[in-house]
């Protein structure tokens, strides 16, 4: 049984920084693709940040430049730092992974984490 366990969410002041993790525990053989998605109220989920097992990043238009994604391979973790956040950040932040277990090539969900940015 493969989870994901995120952690690293909060409440932020606009102009304020925070680094979400996301570590994938379980039977794993090999990890391709991990990524970041936001859902915010009433919203669909959308794509942040992607990452390939190679190391090439995309990013949502919106916070490019502002946010980095990140693996360590060792560890089964992806991170996303944020900086310069904004009001319209706050989302509920899941992390998603392609990888192979012993159910073969899937996709998993990590819990989700809240992210809220006010002042």
């Known amino acids: 049984q493969v989870q994901l366990v995120e952690s690293g969410g909060g409440l932020v002041q606009p102009g304020g920084s925070l680094r979400l993790s996301c570590r994938a525990s379980?039977?794993?053989?090999?990890?391709?693709?991990m990524g970041w998605y936001r859902q915010a109220p009433g919203k669909q989920r959308d794509l942040v940040a992607g990452i390939s097992s190679g190391g090439i990043t995309t990013y949502a238009a919106s916070v490019k430049g502002r946010f980095t994604i990140s693996r360590d391979n060792a560890k089964d973790t992806v991170y996303l730092q944020m900086n310069s956040l904004k009001s319209e950040d706050t989302a509920v932040y899941y992390c998603?992974?392609?990888?192979?277990?012993?159910?073969?090539?899937?996709?998993?969900w990590g819990q989700g984490t809240q992210v809220t940015v006010s002042s």
């Open positions: 379980g039977i794993i053989f090999s990890i391709n693709r």
């Open positions: 998603n992974v392609d990888l192979y277990g012993v159910g073969g090539l899937r996709d998993y």
